[in-house]
């Protein structure tokens, strides 16, 4: 249940891939109306520090993620799908899992190398040190320029990731969405039916 | 014309200080001598700094503009008396961005709030050259009773000089913005110089 299997995606892999998820949109969000011009300057403040603190747990998760990714098997994808949609969705994938990373190391970037010096005081809890970069307005406009074009290009590769999986599920009727919801049960690589099967006999363990 | 007596008294200052220090620490005046009422120089300075959290830089800065005076008692010390006000709008800092931060609604306000003001309300020498000076400190529309420590370092007959230290926390005065990764404690530090009106 906890790892992947041949046929579906264990409970690691799923609570990591939303959790990733939601930081990273939610921090795509905050980055976003942190950056607004006229926004209070003591909530704008604020706003940094909380959208720094949420990038390092999501650069951490990330980082969790691209080990596990690493180390444990990728469930093949289900027979429907061909082998151009394969290429696709690895490619999406990878690219993903790369972005989580470079993403949050950006911003760490941008805030290491930027002349006001601002600790970045995790959660007010530690300290994180600054990358070894040095401080500059030029460097500091450059990792900018870097952390919101590789955030937004990861905006829209989590589009098209979430596009395709809404398509399979609703279009397809493939276990591609459902399968990163729960763990599959059973060793097969079967439809919906056999996923009913699986549910029936679980539910009649439970009793 | 202003600008050449300040330079003057300064140069003055300055060589006085050179002088007097390799002999002895600044020596109090004779309190009748130094009695009087002076006007705040624009020689002095008003210098202020924040800690950060994990050491390190913080954030520094000064008041470009500021106004005053003080009276010296000369029967007695401790009923001296000083007012002092300060224009947030010329605080000066490491970069352009720090002191647009600084006047805005986070911390001065400075375009609903122009001034800070200090008025003392309590003078209690501690020492041959020093001195604590209590008194009302009203920023952001909010008064305070604060604390300063003054210590002379010059005098001469026209002009007289002090460094004056204080550690304010700025909560109280609805600053508290960046605590905890900037301390709530903004310390004080100003050299000023009073010339005999
Ligand atoms: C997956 C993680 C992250 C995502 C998706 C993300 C996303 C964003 C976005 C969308 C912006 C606004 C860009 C713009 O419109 O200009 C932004 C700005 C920023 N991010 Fe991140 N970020 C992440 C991680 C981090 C981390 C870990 C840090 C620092 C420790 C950080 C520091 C910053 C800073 C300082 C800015 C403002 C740049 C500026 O105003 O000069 N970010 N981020």
Same mark, same amino acid.
């Given at each position: 249940?906890?790892?992947?299997? &041949? ?6 892999? +799923?609570?990591?891939?939303? %959790? ?58 289900? $027979? ?28 760490? $970037?941008?805030?290491?190398?930027? %002349? ?74 079967? /439809? ?7 549910? $029936? ?7 | 014309?202003? +600008? ?16 007097? %220090? !390799? ?27 924040? /800690? ?19 009276? +010296?008692?000369?029967?007695? +010390?401790?009923?001296?008396?000083? &007012?002092?006000?300060?224009?947030? &709008?010329?605080?000066?800092?490491? &970069? ?23 008025? !003392? ?13 209590? /008194? ?29 230290? /204080? ?31």
């Amino acid at each position: 249940m906890l790892r992947n299997s &041949e046929t579906g995606f264990g409970w690691v892999t +799923i609570v990591l891939h939303w %959790t990733i998820g939601l930081l990273i949109l939610g921090l795509l969000l905050l980055g976003f109306i942190m950056r607004r011009t006229g926004i209070d300057p003591a909530l704008q403040f604020a706003l940094y520090q909380w959208h720094k603190s949420f990038g390092f747990a999501a650069l951490g998760l990330a980082l969790i993620r691209t080990i596990w990714w690493l180390v444990e098997r990728t469930p093949s994808p289900p $027979a429907s799908v061909s082998p151009l949609e394969r290429k696709a969705a690895r490619l999406t994938h990878d690219t993903l899992i790369v972005l989580g990373i470079v993403v949050p190391f950006t911003g760490w $970037a941008v805030a290491s190398a930027s %002349t006001l010096n601002i600790p970045s005081f995790f959660f007010n809890m530690i300290v994180i040190p600054h990358l070894p970069l040095a401080r500059s307005e030029t460097s500091e406009n450059f990792w900018t320029f870097a952390h919101a074009l590789l955030a937004y290009v990861a905006l829209a590769m989590v589009a098209i990731h979430a596009a395709a999986a809404l398509y399979h599920h609703f279009k397809r009727g493939d276990e591609v969405l459902t399968r990163m919801l729960h763990p599959a049960v059973g060793v097969s690589s079967g /439809g919906r039916s056999a996923r009913k099967r699986h549910d $029936a006999a679980v539910g009649g363990n439970d009793r | 014309m202003t +600008i050449t007596i300040n330079s003057a008294v300064k140069a003055t200052l300055y060589i006085a200080f050179v002088f007097s %220090t !390799s002999v002895a620490k600044a020596q109090a005046p004779a309190l009748a001598d130094a009695a009087g009422s002076y006007r705040i120089a624009s020689s002095s300075s008003i210098q202020f700094s924040v /800690g950060q959290v994990g050491g390190g830089g913080g954030i520094a800065g000064r008041f470009a503009k500021f106004s005053g005076g003080f009276r +010296i008692d000369g029967a007695n +010390i401790e009923r001296s008396s000083v &007012e002092f006000t300060l224009y947030p &709008e010329s605080v000066r800092a490491s &970069e352009r961005r720090v002191e647009d931060f600084l006047r805005s609604s986070a911390v001065f306000d400075a375009a609903n709030f122009q001034t800070v003001t200090f008025r !003392s309300t309590r003078v209690r020498q501690t020492g041959p050259a020093t001195a604590t000076v209590e /008194g009302a400190l009203t920023a952001r529309g909010k008064t305070r009773k604060e604390r300063f420590a003054v210590t002379l370092t010059d005098w001469n007959r026209r002009s007289i000089s002090f460094t004056i230290r /204080g550690s304010i926390r700025r909560s109280p005065y609805g600053m508290d913005v960046g605590t905890p990764i900037y301390s709530n404690v903004v310390e004080f530090n100003m050299r000023i110089t009073g010339q005999r009106r």
